[in-house]
């Protein structure tokens, strides 16, 4: 599967922005996606993930209740909208895919496939 982010840039703190993803494979309507974060020097960690249906969606605690998760399976597009942004959010994000068939929520390992990352950077 390809995945390809895009939508990262430079921010200001408090300000949004909302990242997209597009995934090259239909079959990955009815599987479940998300989204990991990684700055230079430490390991890769989970954001944000959401059913194939969009009715269950999964959050890492420090970003509950300011970004969202969305997806249109019509357009093969995952969102992450990232609202009062923090220095401390500044990271490559990478929109991510399990292994085909694997299609529910089973923790941060359930994903198998990253895209190349998006830089998202916030200053004070």
């Known amino acids: 599967v390809q995945l390809v982010e895009s939508g990262g840039g430079l921010m200001q703190a408090v300000e949004s922005l909302t990242l997209s993803c597009t995934y090259s494979r239909r079959d990955y309507r009815d599987h479940v996606m998300g989204w990991f974060r990684e700055t230079p020097g430490r390991e890769r960690k989970f954001v944000a993930a959401?059913?194939?249906?969009?009715?269950?969606?999964y959050f890492e605690d420090s970003v509950k209740g300011r970004f969202a998760i969305s997806r249109d399976n019509a357009k093969n597009t995952l969102y992450l909208q990232m609202n009062s942004l923090k220095p401390e959010d500044t990271a490559g994000y990478y929109c991510a895919a399990p292994q085909l068939g694997t299609y529910y929520w089973h923790g941060p390992q359930t994903f198998q496939f990253w895209g190349q990352g998006t830089q998202v950077t916030v200053s004070l």
């Open positions: 959401i059913s194939w249906n969009s009715e269950s969606k």
